[in-house]
T-cell receptor, first 118, second 114 residues
Framework: GAVVSQHPSRVICKSGTSVKIECRSLDFQATTMFWYRQFPKQSLMLMATSNEGSKATYEQGVEKDKFLINHASLTLSTLTVTSAHPEDSSFYIC??????????????FGPGTRLTVL | SQQGEEDPQALSIQEGENATMNCSYKTSINNLQWYRQNSGRGLVHLILIRSNEREKHSGRLRVTLDTSKKSSSLLITASRAADTASYFCATARTYSGATNKLIFGTGTLLAVQP
């Protein structure tokens, strides 16, 4: 399968600061990238979908002004958690899709970023 | 919530036994996928079954799909300690005619005792 990386793998920040997480598709061009959030012992919840060069589409209940998504190129999407608070502490996972390798447009998942807000 | 449900929530078995996990979902789908997640790690894609398929095999994995009941099952045969992980089903619906949008189930935590 295709390779998707995330950076950083874990980050600890103080309450009120902003944190940027990068998601890169390393060996294919991803027309669509997805951002998920996973709380401990829970499932993945889709936060937003981003297409290269256009605004992200957010799921119901996700604040777009708090979770800024930029999909500036076919290989890079960023998620910025603005004014982070302890309740934003979670495991953030991205996935990339749109590869021509799969007729069903399989998503390839990054390894995740563990965010801890103190 | 559109999220699917899985049962059991947790399953503990002995090495060599079979493990069966069930997934129910709510909407029409293009395909259903199963993923594995080791603790604190990313997801590994296991198998995909299309909406017009009823059963699919991949190594020790067997997946069934019943679209009339909106349910799927994942069977892992001859389990190994290394199969210990969380397993999620994810249903896919077409998003803007392009990449499928995935909705994940609640997950089953499988523990295989050596």
């Amino acid at each position: 399968g295709a390779v998707v990386s995330q950076h950083p793998s874990r980050v600890i920040c103080k309450s009120g600061t902003s944190v940027k997480i990068e998601c890169r598709s390393l060996d294919f061009q991803a027309t669509t990238m997805f951002w998920y959030r996973q709380f401990p012992k829970q499932s993945l919840m889709l936060m937003a979908t981003s297409n290269e060069g256009s605004k992200a589409t957010y799921e119901q209940g996700v604040e777009k002004d708090k979770f800024l998504i930029n999909h500036a190129s076919l290989t890079l999407s960023t998620l910025t958690v603005t004014s982070a608070h302890p309740e934003d502490s979670s495991f953030y996972i991205c996935s990339a899709g749109g590869s021509r390798r799969s007729s069903y447009n399989e998503q390839f998942f990054g390894p995740g970023t563990r965010l801890t807000v103190l | 919530s559109q999220q699917g449900e899985e049962d059991p929530q947790a399953l503990s078995i002995q090495e060599g036994e079979n493990a069966t996990m069930n997934c129910s979902y709510k909407t029409s789908i293009n395909n259903l996928q199963w993923y594995r997640q080791n603790s604190g790690r990313g997801l590994v894609h296991l198998i995909l079954i299309r909406s017009n398929e009823r059963e699919k095999h991949s190594g020790r994995l067997r997946v069934t799909l019943d679209t009339s009941k909106k349910s799927s099952s994942l069977l892992i045969t001859a389990s190994r300690a290394a199969d210990t992980a969380s397993y999620f089903c994810a249903t896919a619906r077409t998003y803007s005619g392009a990449t499928n949008k995935l909705i994940f189930g609640t997950g089953t935590l499988l523990a295989v005792q050596p």
